[in-house]
């Protein structure tokens, strides 16, 4: 099946691919590549990650430290009560979580696909918010005046009343789904493995550092992916662009549109 270059059929309601792939023939170097992809509409994701960062912090700050509504409690379980807490080192790895979440959407390289990025993250943002609201939860926190800076930290800006559902699973899993659509089929799965077992340890650091119940990183994890699913798989474009990731020609584009 042959498509047009850009990969759009006549009822699409815009003319370019949401997730531009590079050219299969390009002899450009790795870091040339993703150079080009990051200043590509370098203002409109610059734009965009002033405003939902501030969107996101003010949001989340105050719902973490005013409940309006009765608190509820999130029953534990034999994991929360089996993993104490340990500051070190999993302070720092509930950390690095944003060194790729707050990176890898520079990577998306279409106003398509940075529009489907901003849908999801916003519904995905605006259903936590709506139960931080209304069901306000108290996670499990432990007072903490040690001498670990990721730790102190993170007590510092993340309240206690927003535990349920965990925005920082949600943020791993639609993050993941999102590299996983930058790069289909061509990442090597050493690198996947890598990959998971980070993911492994961040959703462990959030039980270790008890900022989280289980309960929480299950609906986290189910949130992020319902809105990966919401803003790239439920489009008139996805299943073309998927099917043009299967295409050989030179015309073809890889990714989810």
Known sequence: MSFPEQGISPDMSYSEPCIQADRPKSRASLPTRLFSRIIAHWERKLLLTLALNLFFWVGYAWLGHHAVFPLRNVPATWLDTLIQF???????????????????????????????????????????????????????????????????????????????????????????????????????????????????????????????????????????????RLAWGNFAGCKEARTMSRSSGSASQAGII
Not at 180 to 199: E, K
Request: net charge positive; proline share 7%.
């Open 86 to 228: 340990s500051p070190q080192p999993w302070g720092w790895i509930y950390l690095s979580q944003f060194l790729y979440t707050g990176t890898l959407p520079w990577l998306i390289n279409s106003k398509p696909g940075l529009r489907r990025y901003v849908v999801g993250l916003l519904w995905m943002c605006s259903i936590s918010f709506l139960a931080f609201l209304f069901f306000p939860t108290v996670g499990p926190r432990v007072e903490y005046h040690g001498q670990n800076f990721a730790v102190a930290l993170i007590q510092h800006y993340d309240g206690a009343l927003n535990a349920f559902p965990s925005l920082h699973a949600a943020f791993l899993v639609y993050t993941f789904a999102l590299g996983w659509r930058l790069f289909p089929g061509r990442i090597p799965p050493s690198f996947i493995g890598v990959c998971l077992l980070w993911a492994g340890l961040i959703l462990y650091s959030t039980l270790a550092t008890k900022q989280h119940y289980t309960l929480d990183l299950m609906a986290g994890c189910l949130l992020g992916f319902g809105a990966d």
